[in-house]
DNA sequence: CTGAAAGCGCTTACAG
DNA sequence: CTGAAAGCGCTTACAG
């Protein structure tokens, strides 16, 4: 394959004057700029990115470390920071760990062997690795976290903030009037979804009913588990609120099953948004968290640490989530029939 | 950070040493290889893997070109290619295309240009694409293609036969006793999925009942037009077989909701085995394409190539696909009754 | 078993 | 505006 000397000698110039063509770095002639345009043309030249990396110690690649790139969810965020990395003109290579220690840190290393020019990483609950990303960050190579916040760990951080996203939620079903919101959470995750749900009904000055809080597995039998306690109260609730959608189906899908009418009777909102959601029957309203935003957002942080070599405060950003109605939600039924009787009264 | 020069400093050795002792090549004495393992250690040395392609010609990469990323079926795609070539010892650059020509052209020049060691890429339709794949493969660079035949491309392939997988999912029909079996295909797309219906019924001795093949939209829509057409006939189908998924889904929702008993009354068959197939109620029966497998083949393929340069005859693999049974297929009802009866006899 | 030296393809001051 | 030369970090014959 041609070099950049090939061209030099078509060209009839010299390596460092083609060089400064191809980088726009310095002047050169008309003439030598034609000539060298030529050569390029005639020899299919292309440039070796890795040989130019040995001396600008730029590789213009960056890492992204995942532990499932099969997962929906991973694959919109790998699409969006690759779109974005691939407009700042850098390339991206992906790695999926599985979650596993063993390979997360043969990635890590692999990707500085590599020369990477920095790395993004979906959290890895591995010590280890976060011991490798400190060591990384302190020979100078910048890392953005994506998702969840690691501890020791003082850099960039990305994710969104579903806290508000379930308060976004609760509140929609407030607005529609309904006051007995129930919640399907789990014992030990999603506190914060678990959190806004309370937080929602407390300003709006509504107690919240213990008895409305379902703790399950969140899986689709978990919703079913957590709907047959829920049908069960002799006061059951005219809406539902699930920590996340795979759940709040099961629980939805139950209810149908036992003659309850969506949204007529109960109106439910999961969380996620999964491709599920929307093909539902009903189809499911849900919180979407802004997964192509995640990935942009992701790669424009670690971006202005890559085009600078001054120390930059650690910054974090929550990206809102944001409310899909579809289906699954309607105005409360008490509310209904009040509307119903003022309408008549005209 | 430390190269090759302070570790062999360090180590009290010469860089030719320590580059033997990093590869492997060639032997190092005994004491040398410790001390150099100390250096390696002490200083925290990586090695620069862009430096050494610059004279070995071989960087580690590959790169994999698709149209959409997060498309679930291609993540899928990817994780076994990035998993395989992980194995291999090989990173792999993700570029994401959109089907855009000009992105196309642009990541292939760049992978190009990143020196990575061969490609492996899903279909475009476009030309220009082709004619630089071409380039590329003159070049000698290997290529893979992953799901669709480019005609002007002569090497490696690898994809689905869709057609033997509509096979199995009409035979699958045919073993639980249906004789009338309808198909909704596309005018336009999926022939051999179409062909594969025909053939099995003809296979199996029967009569094609060309009203029981219904064009329409792949869409659910399509599935739910498709699916009211089928039920005004006279002898409507006791089983479905629908060459996607989503037409599928939509086929059989509407006849749910026209009171149709599923699978009591009507079987129904889809193809692709997305996740909605799963979670369907009742869960669709489908025919899976093996995606990981596919990633996976594509990438031993293409590693084959890596390691040899002898011309390689282009290779096609076509790998099979496969039937995945839930509860919308069950044994056709006259076949029912007729056990029913001859249990009854005894 | 090991070292010295050339070379991989490019960029970057430094002169001019 | 341009060329000569050194250097980036590594590997690879070649001697010894």
């Given at each position: 394959?041609?070099?950049?000397?090939?061209?030099?000698?078509?060209?009839?110039?010299?390596?460092?004057?083609?060089?400064?063509?191809?980088?726009?770095?310095?002047?050169?002639?008309?003439k030598?700029?034609?000539?060298i345009?030529a050569?390029?043309?005639?020899?299919?030249?292309?440039?070796?990115?890795n040989a130019?990396s040995?001396?600008?110690?730029r590789?213009?690649?960056?890492?992204?470390?995942?532990?499932?790139?099969?997962?929906?969810?991973?694959?919109?965020?790998?699409?969006?920071?690759?779109?974005?990395?691939?407009?700042?003109?850098?390339?991206?290579?992906?790695y999926?760990?599985?979650?596993?220690?063993?390979r997360?840190?043969?990635?890590l290393?692999t990707?500085?062997?590599?020369?990477?020019?920095?790395?993004?990483?979906?959290?890895?609950?591995?010590?280890?690795?976060?011991?490798?990303?400190?060591?990384?960050?302190a020979?100078?190579i910048?890392?953005?976290?994506?998702?969840?916040?690691m501890?020791?760990?003082?850099?960039?951080?990305?994710s969104?903030?579903?806290?508000?996203g379930?308060?976004?939620?609760?509140?929609?079903?407030?607005?529609?009037?309904?006051n007995?919101?129930?919640?399907i959470?789990?014992?030990?995750?999603?506190f914060?979804?678990?959190?806004?749900?309370?937080d929602?009904?407390?300003?709006?000055?509504?107690?919240?009913?213990?008895?409305l809080?379902?703790?399950?597995?969140?899986?689709?039998?978990g919703?079913?588990?957590?709907?047959?306690?829920?049908?069960?109260?002799?006061?059951?609730?005219?809406?539902?609120?699930?920590?996340?959608?795979?759940?709040?189906?099961g629980?939805?899908?139950?209810?149908?099953?036992r003659?309850?009418?969506i949204p007529?009777?109960?109106?439910?909102?999961g969380?996620?948004?999964?491709?599920?959601?929307?093909?539902?029957?009903?189809?499911?309203t849900?919180?979407?968290?802004?997964?192509?935003?995640?990935?942009?957002t992701?790669?424009?942080?670690?971006h202005t640490?890559?085009e600078?070599s001054?120390?930059?405060?650690p910054?974090?950003?929550?990206?809102?989530?944001?409310?899909?109605?579809?289906?699954?939600?309607?105005?409360?039924?008490?509310v209904?029939?009040r509307?119903?009787?003022?309408?008549?009264?005209e």
């Amino acid at each position: 394959m041609a070099t950049i000397y090939d061209v030099a000698e078509k060209a009839g110039v010299s390596v460092g004057t083609v060089s400064r063509y191809l980088n726009g770095s310095g002047y050169v002639g008309r003439k030598s700029a034609d000539r060298i345009a030529a050569a390029i043309e005639e020899l299919g030249y292309s440039p070796n990115r890795n040989a130019r990396s040995l001396t600008t110690k730029r590789s213009g690649m960056i890492g992204f470390v995942v532990s499932d790139l099969a997962n929906p969810f991973t694959a919109e965020i790998a699409r969006g920071v690759q779109d974005t990395a691939d407009e700042f003109g850098y390339c991206a290579l992906i790695y999926n760990t599985d979650g596993n220690a063993h390979r997360e840190l043969r990635a890590l290393n692999t990707l500085r062997e590599h020369q990477v020019d920095g790395i993004i990483i979906t959290p890895p609950e591995i010590p280890e690795g976060n011991a490798f990303l400190a060591e990384l960050i302190a020979q100078g190579i910048p890392v953005v976290l994506l998702g969840r916040d690691m501890e020791p760990l003082v850099t960039d951080f990305v994710s969104t903030d579903t806290y508000l996203g379930a308060v976004i939620a609760v509140d929609h079903l407030l607005e529609l009037g309904h006051n007995r919101i129930a919640c399907i959470c789990a014992r030990n995750a999603a506190f914060s979804r678990r959190r806004g749900y309370m937080d929602a009904l407390t300003q709006a000055g509504l107690d919240v009913d213990e008895r409305l809080i379902v703790e399950t597995e969140l899986t689709r039998q978990g919703g079913v588990d957590a709907m047959t306690q829920l049908l069960k109260l002799e006061d059951p609730p005219s809406a539902v609120f699930a920590v996340n959608d795979v759940t709040a189906l099961g629980a939805m899908h139950h209810a149908i099953r036992r003659g309850v009418s969506i949204p007529g009777d109960i109106s439910f909102v999961g969380f996620d948004d999964i491709v599920l959601a929307e093909y539902a029957q009903p189809a499911l309203t849900s919180v979407a968290q802004p997964k192509l935003q995640l990935g942009r957002t992701a790669f424009e942080l670690l971006h202005t640490r890559l085009e600078t070599s001054d120390p930059i405060e650690p910054r974090r950003v929550i990206l809102p989530c944001e409310l899909v109605r579809r289906e699954s939600t309607a105005v409360a039924r008490t509310v209904t029939s009040r509307l119903q009787r003022s309408s008549s009264d005209e």
